[in-house]
């Protein structure tokens, strides 16, 4: 299974509903989950196949777009503060750029000066690996994965 990165939700007091939808990021695609009274809906999107990733940013919130060309519909989260919103994004882009750019071979990418979201990939999967084994607890593996996203922006 994949390891999770980055997970954003929308504020929902600012959207009104008592809601959550989330855009999580993952080391291969994404999963927007939007949910209303009696039904949920998930879409999975590969990164080969995102075009753009959009940021409408308004004074505190803004829209997070996924723009997709692979005939997925475009997944669209509102009201995300800005914040959260501007790392998934850097996120997103250095995903797509290294897909573009080496196919997704990991050791072209390697040798390219900005491969920071690789770094954390590979020391979230340790993490993942020592919290499975029982090594460190799930509260220490989230305050380092916590300390490790900070260093991609």
Excluded: C, P
């Amino acid at each position: 299974m994949s390891n999770l990165i980055y997970r954003v939700y929308l504020n929902r007091i600012r959207a009104h509903t008592v809601f959550k939808a989330s855009l999580s990021i993952y080391e291969d695609f994404l999963v927007f989950k939007k949910r209303k009274w009696f039904n949920v809906s998930e879409v999975t999107i590969t990164f080969n196949h995102i075009a753009q990733a959009n940021i409408i940013k308004g004074l505190f919130f803004s829209t997070l777009e996924i723009v997709s060309s692979g005939g997925y519909e475009n997944a669209s989260l509102n009201h995300v503060l800005n914040k959260y919103a501007k790392k998934a994004k850097k996120i997103i882009d250095q995903k797509i750029y290294r897909m573009g750019t080496t196919g997704g071979n990991k050791k072209q990418f390697e040798h390219h000066e900005d491969h920071q979201i690789d770094k954390f990939e590979k020391s979230l999967g340790r993490l993942k690996e020592l919290l499975n084994r029982g090594k460190i607890s799930k509260k220490e593996y989230e305050t380092k994965r916590k300390k490790l996203l900070k260093t991609i922006s």
